[in-house]
């Protein structure tokens, strides 16, 4: 009896430890990298509010890296102890960030003291709602660094304003748009818009997939790409 317990024991753990790892990997499947084109939110009923840094670069501002699901579905919100926001591990974080990676939501009219947006408050909204579900990944610094580093490599305006697509008011062909990014990084993007005050349908945000081991300048095809809900031609506003 002793014998058969004894050898009971490293067959359970070694269960355990498979399981573990169908959970870990089974935590998504791969990630969505989200610019966004600034006027786009501030054309909206919200309007927008500029950080405290002032009125950002007229260009792209990344929304979030957004583990996803190849189904199209995404986990969000997987906080845990060892997960939690820690304010402390944005210091040298917080001065590229605020660059590339600004908030533009106005703070709510009950708070005093302020007409600017909050940019830790995006950072912590972007890692509690999505950046807990790739912890086993990216832990924090690694999560904001890696995103960063990924703005960093792509200059989507320069791939646009390359082609003659410019933030001028005017309007573009999506496909276009779609066709020039592919033809620089080699991989499709998703185009998702919005509708300003008076009814135009704008460029808001490019989407961009990325492997889920996040090894660098690792975009891959995108196994799902996110909702088309742009017509054949938008607006690409000025900022
Ligand atoms: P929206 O309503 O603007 O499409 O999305 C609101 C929020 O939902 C986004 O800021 C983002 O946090 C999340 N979200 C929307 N679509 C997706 C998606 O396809 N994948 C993931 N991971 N998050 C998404």
């Known amino acids: 009896m002793k014998m058969a317990n004894s050898s ?20 998504f499947d791969f990630f969505y990298f989200v610019q966004q084109w600034p006027s786009s939110s501030c054309d909206t009923k919200q309007g927008c509010c500029f950080p405290q840094t002032g009125k950002p670069a007229s260009n792209f501002t990344v929304h979030g890296l957004w583990p996803n699901f190849n189904n199209g579905s995404f986990p969000s919100n997987c906080k845990s102890v060892e997960n939690s926001f820690d304010e402390s591990k944005m210091s040298d974080i917080v001065p590229r960030a ?38 086993s990944v990216l832990h924090q610094h690694a999560y904001f660094d890696f995103t960063l580093n990924l703005k960093d490599h792509i200059d989507l305006l320069q791939i646009l304003l390359n082609n003659g697509i410019k933030p001028d008011g005017k309007n573009y062909s999506v496909e276009k748009i779609r066709q020039v990014i592919k033809e620089a990084i080699g991989f499709k993007a998703g185009i998702r818009c919005n509708t300003d005050v008076s009814g135009n349908i704008q460029l808001n945000e490019i989407v961009l997939c990325v492997d889920k081991s996040a090894a660098s300048r690792s975009f891959i095809e995108c196994p799902v790409l996110p909702d088309a809900n742009c017509p054949d031609n938008v607006e690409f506003p000025i900022f």
Do not use: R, Y
């Not at 009950?110 to 830790?120: A, E």
């Open 98 to 135: 605020e660059t590339s990676w600004a908030a533009f939501s106005c703070p709510s009219k009950k708070k005093t003291n302020s007409t600017n947006s909050d940019n830790m408050k995006l950072w912590k909204h972007e890692w509690d709602k999505h950046g807990t579900c790739s912890h």
């Open 8 to 27: 009971i024991i490293p067959i359970k753990f070694l269960i355990l430890v498979a399981l573990a790892n169908i959970c870990v990997s089974q935590d």
